[in-house]
C-alpha cells in the first residue's frame, strides 16, 4: 500500500445527500487534509466521493469504513503537532467538526449515489478583474469645455470629485517632443518640428501625430515594449549561453506587425499559434517565435526532461504575464495563495504548451531564394564528394551504432556515456533523431547529424590518428563549402509534436515527480475553455482574445496607458490579482478596453485617442495643490515627467548628433562596450567583434543582448535582463549613468558629431545648440552661461564640450 503523503487537502463539491452536507461536507470544504491544492491534482485522491479516493489508492489507510480509530485522516485532524496537524494554516478544526468525521467513518463512510469527480479548480471570485466589463454611461462634468475626447469625462470626473483642476497644455515644442518620443523613442524629426510651429490651424497637433503613426520608427519603439514582455534575447542563457543568430527573425515580425497596425488578436494567435492557422504563411511560423524566447540549459549536468520542463514553465508564466496579468506562476507549486488560481489549472495550461516541439525551418528573405537555388546542385555535387573524399560511409553508420548503444546500455561504457550526453545538449532533439531509421529521418536532420559527427565524433577516433586527420580536412572543406555558397536565413518556431507525452503535474512543482496526467485547460474563473475541435494551443490563443475575456483587453490597454503617463491605470501592471493595486480610473480601464475590443483590436487608434486626450497634453510642472491630494499623481491632475528608456537615451544622442541610423530591422549588432564585458561568457565563446559603418549606430533595439553579459550601457540604464517577462522598467539615478553618458564610446562620438554640426552652424551656434540638442532654443541666462563656458574652451574642443554639456542634461534624457 503506497503511503499516505504528508500533507492532504481536500477540495469538496457540492452535491452531497443532506445529512452530509450539513456536517461533513463543510468541513472537507475547509481544505483540511492536503497541501497544493485539491487532493486529485497529485496522486488523485480526493475524499469527496467514493471512486476519488480509490482512484488515489488510499482507500484503506485514509478512510477504512466503520474503523475511525485507525483512520490517518483523523489522525491528522485530531493531532495538535504543528507541522503534522491538518489544516496546516488557519484554526484548527473544531471537536465537533472532528467528531462529525468520525461519526461518518464509523457509520459506514458512504458518499452519495450519482457523485462524480468534477474539476475541483472551477472557481468564482469577485475580484474586480475577473467581472464583466463596465458598460456604463460616460460621466458628467462641470467643465464641458476641456475634454478634447470620451478619455477626457473620465479623468476630469474624478479630478472635480476631489476639487482639482487639470493642468493647462504644455507648450507646443514641449508636447512635440513628448509625444514623439512616445509614439517613435525618437525626438522629432527638424522638418517635422518646423512645419508643426509653423501651423497655426487648430488641429496641427492631430496631424503631426498622424505623421508619426505612420513613421517606421513606430514599429520599433512598440517592438521594444513587446520584447520587454516576451523577454527577447540574442542567445540561450545559462551557463553556455550560446548565441542565436536568427532571433531577429522574430523581433523583425514583431516591428512589422506594429507598422502595419496588425490586429492585437491576430496578433496574439500568430504568436501563439501562427503554425496551427490553415496553410501557414512563412511569416506566421515566424511569430511563434515568441516561444522560442525562452532560455535552454546545455550545461551537460542538465536532463533534457529537467529542461524542457523549466522552458514550458518559462512559458507558461510568460503568457500569463503577458495576456493575463496575473502571477500565475506562483500556482508551479501549490495553489496560488491568493488569487482562485489552482495548481491543476497551472499544468492545464502546461499542457496547452507541451503538444509542440521546437524547430528550425528555412525562412528565406526577400532576394535570398534565387542566389541559393542557383547555387543548389553544384553544392550538393561538392558536398557529396567532401563526404566520399574519406570513408564516412563507414564510420558514419559505427559512429551511429556506437552512440545508440550508449543510450540504450549506459554504463557500459563510460566514455561514451559522456559523448551521448553531450550530443543531448547539444543537438536538439538528439535522440529522437538518432534512434530514427535513415530512411525516416527528414532531409533537415539527417545533414545535421552528418554535421556533428563530422564536428563531434566523440571517442570515435581516439586510437586513429590517420582517420581523425582524414575527418578534419573534411570538416574543413564543408566550413569552407558553407561559407562560399548563398545561404536561406532561417527562423526559430515550433510546431504540433505527434510524439507529445502527456502532462501531468508536477508534484510541488517538481519534475522528478509526476503525479496525474491532465488535458489542456485554461483558468476557469475567466470564461470556459473549449477546443471545439482544434488544437488545444489554437483554441488557447483564441481563448486570450475571445470577446468573453474580460481580463486580456483590461491588461493591454493598462500597458499601453502605462507607457504614456508613466504608470498604468492599474500601477502593477504585472498584477492584476487581489495583491495587486485597485485600478484608478475603473470605469475609464473598461471603456477603453471594450473600445478596443469593439474596434477590430486597433492598436493605432487606441494610441491616437489617448495621444490626443487633453489629459495627455497636460503640463508635467509640478503642483503643490495637487500632490498634497494625491503625491503620486494616480488622479492625472498633470501629465508625468519620464525617463528615457535606456535604448531611447542612446538613441537621442545618435539622433541629435545626426549619426543615427534608419535602417530598419535585420541582425543584431555589436556597437563598442568596455573590454572585459564579452569574456564573462563561459569559456570566452561569445566574441565581441565592435561593429563599423552605419551598424555601429544603429538603435539600441538592435543591439545584440548576451544574456550572461549584457551591453552594459542598457544595464545601467535599467533594461530588464530577458530571462522573464518585465511588464514595465523600474527607473533608478546612478552615479553610473553620469559616467556612462560622458565617457562611453558612444556618446562620445555622439558628441564629437554634435560639435561638429556646431561649428558648421550658421547664425548663433548656441541657438543651433539648443534647438539640435532640446528641440528649443535657449533662455537668456542659458545662452549667457554658455557662451562663457565655450569661450573658456580650447578652440579645438569647445563645440565637443558644449555638446557633452548639452547631452548630459537631465531635460535630454527625460521626457517632459
Not at 500601477?571 to 490579482?577: A, L, Q, R, V
Not at 568596455?674 to 565592435?690: I, Q
Request: proline share 7%.
Amino acid at each position: 500500500m503506497r503511503s499516505f503523503p504528508p500533507l492532504l487537502l481536500v477540495s469538496a463539491v457540492s452535491a452531497f445527500a443532506a445529512d452530509f452536507a450539513k456536517e461533513v461536507q463543510p468541513i472537507f470544504a475547509r481544505k483540511c487534509v492536503m497541501c497544493h491544492g485539491a487532493a486529485q491534482q497529485t496522486s488523485g485522491l480526493r475524499l469527496d466521493n467514493a471512486s476519488g479516493a480509490k482512484q488515489g489508492g488510499y482507500s484503506g489507510a485514509v478512510i477504512e469504513p466503520g474503523k475511525s480509530a485507525a483512520s490517518k485522516l483523523v489522525e491528522r485532524i485530531a493531532s495538535t503537532k504543528d507541522g503534522f496537524r491538518m489544516p496546516p494554516a488557519g484554526p484548527a478544526l473544531r471537536p465537533e467538526e472532528i467528531d462529525a468525521v468520525k461519526r461518518w467513518i464509523d457509520e459506514g463512510a458512504i458518499w452519495p449515489e450519482g457523485l462524480t469527480i468534477g474539476r475541483a479548480t472551477a472557481r468564482k471570485s469577485n475580484h474586480w478583474a475577473f467581472q464583466p466589463l463596465w458598460k456604463g454611461a460616460l460621466p458628467a462634468v462641470k467643465n464641458s469645455a476641456w475634454p478634447k475626447n470620451p478619455v477626457d469625462r473620465f479623468v476630469l470626473a474624478k479630478l472635480e470629485s476631489v476639487n482639482l483642476a487639470p493642468s493647462p497644455e504644455a507648450d507646443k515644442t514641449t508636447l512635440l517632443r513628448r509625444v514623439s518620443l512616445d509614439l517613435t523613442g525618437l525626438p522629432p524629426d527638424p522638418g517635422l518640428l518646423r512645419d508643426y510651429l509653423a501651423d497655426s490651424s487648430p488641429n496641427a497637433y492631430d496631424k503631426a501625430v498622424d505623421q508619426l503613426l505612420l513613421s517606421p520608427h513606430y514599429g520599433e519603439r512598440w517592438a521594444r515594449h513587446w520584447l520587454d514582455l516576451a523577454r527577447y534575447a540574442d542567445s540561450d542563457g545559462y551557463e553556455k549561453d550560446l548565441t542565436r543568430p536568427y532571433a531577429y527573425r522574430w523581433r523583425d515580425y514583431v516591428i512589422s506587425s506594429f507598422n502595419g497596425n496588425k490586429p492585437f488578436d491576430r496578433f496574439t494567435i500568430e504568436q501563439l499559434a501562427g503554425d496551427l492557422l490553415p496553410s501557414p504563411t512563412q511569416e506566421q511560423m515566424i511569430a511563434t517565435g515568441f516561444h522560442r524566447n525562452s532560455l535552454i540549459n546545455r550545461e551537460a549536468g542538465v536532463h533534457r526532461d529537467e529542461d524542457r520542463f523549466e522552458a514550458l514553465v518559462n512559458r507558461v508564466n510568460t503568457t500569463s504575464t503577458t495576456w493575463l496579468g496575473l502571477t500565475q506562476g506562483c500556482s508551479q507549486c501549490h495553489d496560488h495563495k491568493y488569487d482562485p488560481l489552482s495548481q491543476r489549472e497551472y499544468y492545464e495550461t502546461m499542457a496547452v504548451f507541451a503538444s509542440s516541439r521546437d524547430i528550425e525551418i528555412d525562412a528565406p528573405k526577400p532576394g535570398e531564394l534565387g542566389p541559393w537555388l542557383a547555387a543548389r546542385r553544384d553544392y550538393e555535387k561538392k558536398r557529396a564528394e567532401i563526404w566520399n573524399s574519406a570513408p564516412l560511409n563507414e564510420w558514419f553508420p559505427a559512429w551511429q551504432a556506437k552512440m545508440r548503444a550508449a543510450v540504450t546500455k549506459p554504463g557500459e561504457d563510460l566514455e561514451w556515456d559522456f559523448s551521448v550526453t553531450s550530443f543531448r545538449v547539444m543537438f536538439d532533439h538528439a535522440e529522437r533523431v538518432l534512434m530514427q531509421p535513415e530512411a525516416e529521418r527528414s532531409e533537415r536532420d539527417a545533414w545535421r547529424l552528418k554535421k556533428y559527427f563530422v564536428s563531434s565524433p566523440g571517442q570515435f577516433f581516439k586510437n586513429d590518428k590517420d582517420g581523425a586527420e582524414k575527418l578534419k580536412a573534411v570538416r574543413e572543406a564543408w566550413n569552407k563549402l558553407d561559407a562560399e555558397t548563398p545561404k536561406l536565413s532561417q527562423a526559430y518556431v515550433v510546431e504540433a509534436d505527434p510524439l507529445a507525452k502527456p502532462q501531468r503535474i508536477a508534484v510541488r512543482g517538481d519534475w522528478r515527480s509526476p503525479g496525474i496526467p491532465v488535458q489542456p485547460g485554461a483558468l476557469s474563473v475567466l470564461s470556459a475553455f473549449e477546443t471545439k475541435g482544434e488544437p488545444a494551443r489554437l483554441a488557447y490563443a483564441k481563448w486570450l482574445v475571445s470577446d468573453a475575456n474580460f481580463l486580456t483587453p483590461r491588461v493591454i490597454v493598462n500597458r499601453f496607458w502605462q507607457e504614456f503617463f508613466g504608470r498604468g491605470l492599474v500601477k502593477t501592471s504585472e498584477d492584476f490579482g487581489t495583491q495587486g493595486d485597485k485600478p484608478s480610473h475603473p470605469e475609464l480601464l473598461d471603456w477603453l478596453a471594450r473600445e478596443f475590443q469593439s474596434n477590430g483590436w486597433n492598436i493605432k487608434q487606441l494610441h491616437r485617442l489617448i495621444v490626443t486626450s487633453a489629459a495627455y497634453r497636460q503640463s508635467s510642472k509640478h503642483r503643490a495643490d495637487a500632490a498634497s491630494i494625491d503625491a503620486d499623481n494616480s488622479l492625472i491632475a498633470r501629465q508625468a515627467r519620464l525617463r528615457l528608456s535606456a535604448e531611447a537615451v542612446r538613441d537621442a544622442a545618435l539622433a541629435a548628433s545626426g549619426l543615427l541610423s534608419d535602417t530598419l530591422g535585420g541582425p543584431s549588432v555589436k556597437p563598442p562596450q568596455p573590454k572585459g564585458v564579452a569574456e564573462l561568457v563561459y569559456a570566452n565563446s561569445a566574441k565581441w567583434v565592435d561593429a563599423t559603418g552605419a551598424d555601429r549606430y544603429r538603435r539600441g533595439l538592435y543591439i545584440h543582448f548576451q544574456r550572461t553579459a549584457p551591453y552594459p550601457m542598457l544595464m545601467n540604464f535599467d533594461a530588464p535582463d530577458m530571462s522573464t517577462a518585465c511588464s514595465r522598467r523600474r527607473t533608478s539615478n546612478t552615479p553610473l549613468q553620469a559616467l556612462n553618458l560622458l565617457n562611453d564610446p558612444v556618446f562620445f562620438e555622439a558628441a564629437q558629431a554634435l560639435g561638429y554640426r556646431f561649428e558648421k552652424a550658421s547664425g548663433s551656434r548656441i541657438d543651433f545648440a539648443f534647438e539640435a540638442a532640446l528641440g528649443r532654443k535657449p533662455s537668456d541666462q542659458e545662452k549667457a552661461r554658455l557662451e562663457q563656458f565655450v569661450n573658456a574652451e580650447p578652440e579645438t574642443t569647445r563645440w565637443t564640450a558644449l555638446a557633452r554639456v548639452l547631452l548630459n542634461t537631465d531635460e535630454f534624457i527625460v521626457r517632459d
